[in-house]
């Protein structure tokens, strides 16, 4: 029997949070669908899907649920949600402050991208702006452990394990106080999102 098709007595939700309305969809314990549409930014409440959740849930079981209180989690088996939220951000060019950390050697890995170029003709190739307004340099070098790999090694490289198991070639320690002072500097500028692109971090 199908997930759709089996019986359940809690509340389930999917959702669409977009940039202008927040679409949301909800199998009620008595059989019935419900769907809602909400703008996505109202002043008239602080989050859209928590507010279609509580919109329905009032609605079906008749329970007062004030818009300023919790929402009792045991009317709900489970919620999904999905956003444009991020891609919009990423398009328009807003959103937090964005610190790059990358490995060594690799800074202006996503300055450089895959050079592609739409008009190969083009004698001035415009690059798209980074995202990121800082570059983190980690020092440091892992490499997954891989049999009968014929690359040449670093006489003093050791086994360590990765965060979920797998074994890594150290060839290079990582610096754990330069890399404590470097975050602190980007933290002090008021930046406190951050982008990893490293493989010295697996360990940390």
């Known amino acids: 029997m199908s997930e759709q098709n089996k019986s359940h007595d809690k509340f389930r939700f999917a959702i669409d949070r977009g940039g202008t309305f927040t679409d949301v969809y909800s199998e009620c314990p008595n059989g019935e669908v419900r769907v809602m549409k909400l703008l996505s930014v109202d ?75 739409p008009n190969i003709f083009d004698l001035k190739v415009i690059c798209p702006e980074v995202l990121h307004e800082d570059v983190v340099v980690v020092k440091g070098r892992l490499v997954l452990v891989q049999d009968g790999s014929e690359i040449q090694r670093p006489e003093n490289y050791k086994i360590v394990a990765g965060s979920t198991g797998e074994k890594l070639e150290e060839w290079e320690s990582l610096d754990k106080e330069q890399l404590r002072k470097d975050l602190q500097r980007v933290l002090d500028k008021g930046i406190k999102s951050l982008a990893v692109v490293t493989d010295a971090l697996v360990h940390v």
């Open 43 to 117: 002043p008239a409440y602080p989050d859209a899907p928590r507010e279609g959740i509580r919109r329905i849930l009032e609605q079906v079981t008749g329970v007062k649920m004030p818009a300023d209180q919790p929402i009792d989690p045991k009317y709900i088996e489970w919620i999904r949600m999905g956003t444009t939220v991020a891609t919009n951000a990423l398009l328009e060019r807003k959103g937090d402050r964005m610190a790059l950390v990358i490995t060594e050697g690799f800074h202006d890995l996503l300055h450089i991208g895959n050079q592609t170029r």
